[in-house]
């Protein structure tokens, strides 16, 4: 039998997407199981959130293991999305509803599904925007459209885990979690730009960036907690993408504006139709 070295490449990286199904079933099983009181202990969230952070961590893996390996294909962008949305969808959605949501009743059953409908849209669109009509994925772009369900996943499960680092009272006030999923729904969906980084070059403003992002994690995770470092750098995620939108539409309202302000733009019909056209 002739060892076919490119097929086991192509393993390879459905090795790691496999192993984030994996980490996002996990969570799901832990953060469903009943001690002997009947209820899900503080540990067992703690742990799911945690499962939840290591299939990120695999799920960052396979995308780079495809690229160094060359074997991107049709299939890997398909299991990847599946593995979203159980990893980063279904698990995450469960997770907070059975940590917090699960007391404001159907109110938070309808919103933890509001999540889990709103990243499996924001991956299908991603899927359609991210593949050529042949089937094969796209180069990466500089943005992408909405919030990536794995940012809004890491959103979720920060909290969790910095909550539990700190013994908080987070969890006794589902108002505000809820408030927290509603929000990252809305961004999945959106149409708001966020930034890939996957076209990022070694430039002085990139490394001041890095830098500055790097120490202040630092200083946040030394100050407080190391999870508190993860949820300052999602919130400083969505904080730039909605910034930058903002200033946007302004420069699109400003340019718009001024072309209805011109004199060319304020010529009556009558007077412009005896103008002369310029070649």
């Given amino acids: 039998m002739r060892f076919d070295l490119r097929k086991t490449l192509f393993i390879l990286p459905n090795l790691f997407t496999l192993s984030s199904i994996f980490c996002g079933f996990y969570a799901i099983v832990a953060c469903t199981t009943a001690n002997g009181s009947g209820e899900t202990s503080a540990e067992d969230f703690y742990r799911a959130a945690l499962l939840i952070v290591f299939a990120m961590f695999f799920d960052v893996i396979d995308g780079r293991v495809a690229r160094l390996t060359k074997t991107q294909s049709a299939f890997g962008v398909q299991i990847d999305s599946l593995a979203d949305v159980v990893s980063f969808g279904i698990a995450p959605a469960i997770l907070v509803y059975r940590w917090s949501l699960h007391t404001l009743g159907v109110g938070g059953l309808i919103a933890s599904f509001a999540y889990v409908a709103c990243g499996a849209i924001r991956l299908a669109r991603f899927n359609v925007m991210a593949t050529s009509p042949s089937g094969a994925p796209k180069k990466p772009g500089k943005y992408i459209m909405g919030l990536p369900i794995p940012g809004a996943a890491g959103a979720l499960v920060s909290i969790i885990v ?30 708001v730009p966020f930034r890939s980084f996957k076209d990022i070059k070694l430039g002085w403003r990139s490394v001041i960036f890095v830098g500055l992002t790097i120490a202040s994690s630092a200083v946040i995770a030394v100050t407080y907690h190391p999870s508190f470092a993860l949820v300052w750098l999602i919130v400083g995620y969505v904080a730039i993408a909605v910034l930058e939108a903002v200033l946007e539409i302004s420069r699109k309202a400003a340019r718009l504006a001024g072309r209805r302000g011109s004199p060319a733009a304020t010529v009556e019909p009558a007077e412009e139709k005896q103008r002369p056209s310029v070649p």
């Fill in 162 to 191: 910095a909550n539990f680092a700190v013994t908080g009272s987070l969890q006794s006030a589902p108002e505000v979690m809820l408030g927290v999923v509603i929000a990252l729904s809305f961004f999945m969906v959106s149409t």
